[in-house]
């Protein structure tokens, strides 16, 4: 799986000294070869390269990636596509706590690939992924509710003092006022943050009781432990510590799925986030946006998705398509025509919605979530490949899909939206 592949192959090493080893030309055919998954068997139509460049399609669109530090250091050809193509970059795994605090007090901030990646090319925007989350947790945590209590602490002032460390030492190392990634105006390179991801359930209930499923706790110990203030905890120890930084502009979103597909979720992320924004801290909201993630499908429907994005957009807050992939609902190979089609069309039906029903000084912009279907966390399950849900296919080529987003972003939008 993608899952695990930034965590077993952290890589310590500077971006720099990396690309020195990759170099263009020379093993990159080998290394591209070696990573590969493809079975030979070409799924997806590949079109030519016609020159055209996502984060050049609507200035009022920023278009961003979810990427794989492993990748950006030993893939060529993905490099070059997420220097080209993108004007944001969300980190897939690198920043989740369980590879920025893996032991307890003991942070590792030595990968700088991403922040290498957004300062060289171009610098681009970089989308902070996540700091309080029920999955991607240490194990330290996730055992931590078996452990012996220390004297006179209670269980939810321990993880309330977990959580506010974590998230006080995380966004102090990336706002450090002293560090190189910075941009043309002397601001952090790092914008935003998923401050909290996935609270609530499909009901828009609190994620709580313990529910493990192949290995991951479908419940909440941050719930649990603390109760649902962890939430709001969480945003005020964020928004304090951005302003204890002199960083007066960092963003701070709620980010979750589900949004499309489920009345009740909806409502309650509404209710939650408009509680957050009446919280203030030097005079500011605690909460400045909404991450719709949008892992949808062919099937999807677009009323559906266009309610979604007119509910969120009446918060007032930023909207951020924070995690775009579209699934062909796992049909195996091969793929059909038809199936291929409605993913090119649904990709571009998105990229209308969302410029039809958020303002521009609304949009925080698209963030596709990896890169292609060689990268992309549906594409395989044992080495079958069972969806291609990117713009681009197993070898990068520019599939269909990358051409109608494009016009979606592009283009006039037609009144039928
Ligand atoms: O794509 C990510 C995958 O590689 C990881 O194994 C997984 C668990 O950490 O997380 C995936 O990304 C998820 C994101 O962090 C939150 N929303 C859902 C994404 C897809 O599962």
Known sequence: MTCEKEFIMKISMGFLVLTGIVHPGCSKD???????????????????DTGKVLQFANPNVIIGAAVNVKLLATD????????????????????????LQPQEGNFDFSDKTIENVALDFGKKRIHGHTLVWHRGLPNWVKNLETTTLPNGTTRAQQMDSILSRHIRTVIANYDNP??????????????????????????????????????????????????????????????????????????????????????????????????????????KPIIDGIGMQFHININTSLANIKNALIKMKSTGLLIHIAELDISLNKPGLPFSAAALDAQKQKYKDV?????????????????LWNVGDKDSWLTYTSNTQVDAACLFDL??????????FYDGLNLDIPASY
């Open 351 to 367: 990229a209308m919605l969302y410029r039809k029903y958020v303002p521009a000084n609304q949009r925080w912009g698209i963030t």
């Open 395 to 404: 070898d990068y080529g520019q599939k269909p899909a990358f051409f109608q």
């Open 76 to 99: 060529g050809i993905y490099r070059d596509l997420v220097k080209k193509q993108y004007n944001s970059i969300s980190p897939e795994n690198a920043m989740k706590m369980i590879n």
């Open 30 to 48: 080998a290394l591209q070869k070696e990573l590969s998954k493809d079975n030979g068997v070409k799924n997806v139509q590949v079109l030519a």
């Open 178 to 283: 002293a560090s190189i990634y910075k941009d043309n105006n002397g601001k952090p390179l790092l914008k935003s943050w998923d401050v909290v991801n996935e609270a609530l359930d499909d009901n828009g209930d609190y994620r709580a009781t313990q529910n493990i499923s192949n290995g991951e706790d479908k419940g909440s110990i941050w719930y649990r432990t603390i109760g649902k203030s962890y939430v709001q905890k969480a945003f005020t120890y964020a928004r304090k510590a951005a302003e204890a930084q002199g960083d007066t502009d960092l963003k701070l979103f709620y980010n979750d799925y589900g949004h499309e597909y489920s009345a009740k979720k909806l409502d309650s992320i509404y209710k939650m986030v408009m509680a957050l924004k009446q919280i203030t801290f030097n005079g």
